[in-house]
């Protein structure tokens, strides 16, 4: 990937940075708005950053939650802040492809955010209820000769898990129904009782009941293995080559910021993440780390979104 950055070789070079010793900023608490209630995975990604870029940055990062209509509410709370390298936001793929969805957003990710770094990224896993195939191929040609007969779940409509399982259904050539939950807990609820039949969803989220056997995991979503469950295939090793969607997770603020405080918050950024222990954690919470530098970030912001985009139109998607 672009712009990518050794996260443990470089891990010396990057702590002892003149970025993280030079110039006034900061010089007060960083505010650091989660757009998601706390205990979600975004959340404790967000935590994990954001204690481990502290100590490097000399002053406290201080995650505000402001969760509502979809992490609209806190991303637009975010844009409105003033630019001034004191209020971040832990971003995903959602934060641009939005507007593509809604007609009415309070935000546009085109002029409102600046870019500091991306955090990561981590796969989605294909999980299907007990009873169907448990095999990609045999899944496939399950759903394909039962056109219109199963149904999907997803954790939001727009959100990335309902992306992915559109991106899917077209590259397989399924006919299925959406069912659209308020978040992923009670869309896997209703997968564990059998009352829908897929789901896309975290890795992380979904590795401890496919091995209790409650539910089939077939496969993940990134370009390789998850190495905390390597006996599981991705979708391409299955058969579905080219198919891959990652969520990721990475730091903007407001449009404007000054470069001297861009420069610092993303040196703090990479720091954190040459630290092994952070890595671990991250891991844990279903997320790969990435580092990558403000340019690159977003250039591969755009690239996510135009391929977003592709998705959107090709499924039709608008909500209201």
């Known amino acids: ?55 490097l940055l000399g002053q406290p ?27 971040i936001l832990m971003a995903g793929a959602g934060t641009f492809y939005r507007p593509l969805i809604e007609r009415e957003v309070p935000f546009n990710p085109d002029r409102d955010f600046g870019f500091i770094g991306l955090v990561g990224d981590g796969p989605f896993a294909l ?29 939001g409509q727009g959100s990335t898990s309902h992306l992915t399982a559109e991106a899917f259904n077209t590259a397989a050539g399924i006919e299925a129904a959406h069912v659209a939950y308020r978040g992923s807990a009670p869309a896997m609820n209703d997968l564990l009782g059998g009352r829908v039949d897929y789901y896309f969803d975290a890795f992380a989220t979904v590795l401890e009941n496919a091995r209790a056997g409650r539910i089939q995991a077939i496969g993940v979503t990134t370009s390789a293995r998850a190495s905390r469950a390597p006996e599981l295939p991705t979708l391409e090793e299955a058969g579905m080559p080219g198919f891959t969607a990652a969520p990721w997770w990475g730091i903007i603020g407001p449009a404007g910021m000054p470069a001297q405080a861009i420069q610092r918050l993303s040196a703090a950024l990479a720091g954190a993440l040459g630290q092994r222990e952070v890595v671990d954690r991250l891991a844990e919470q279903g997320c790969r780390a990435v580092s990558m530098e403000p340019a690159p970030f977003e250039a591969f912001v755009r690239a996510e979104n135009e391929k977003w985009s592709q998705v959107i139109e090709r499924a039709g998607l608008r909500v209201s």
């Open 127 to 155: 999980v299907l209820r007990n009873g169907l195939p448990n095999s990609l191929r045999g899944f496939i040609d399950y759903a394909r000769a039962n056109p219109g007969r199963l149904n999907f779940a997803s954790s």
């Open 1 to 55: 990937m672009l712009g990518r950055r050794s996260l443990l070789a470089t891990t010396g070079a990057v702590l002892a940075s003149p970025a993280l010793s030079q110039g006034n900023f900061p010089t007060r608490p960083i505010r650091f708005v989660v757009p998601w209630p706390p205990g979600g995975a975004t959340s404790n990604i967000s935590r994990i950053v954001g204690d481990a870029m502290s100590p």
């Open 61 to 87: 990062v201080v995650l505000d939650h402001r969760a509502g209509a979809g992490g609209a509410i806190g991303t637009a709370d975010a844009a409105r802040s003033a630019p001034d390298g004191y209020n």
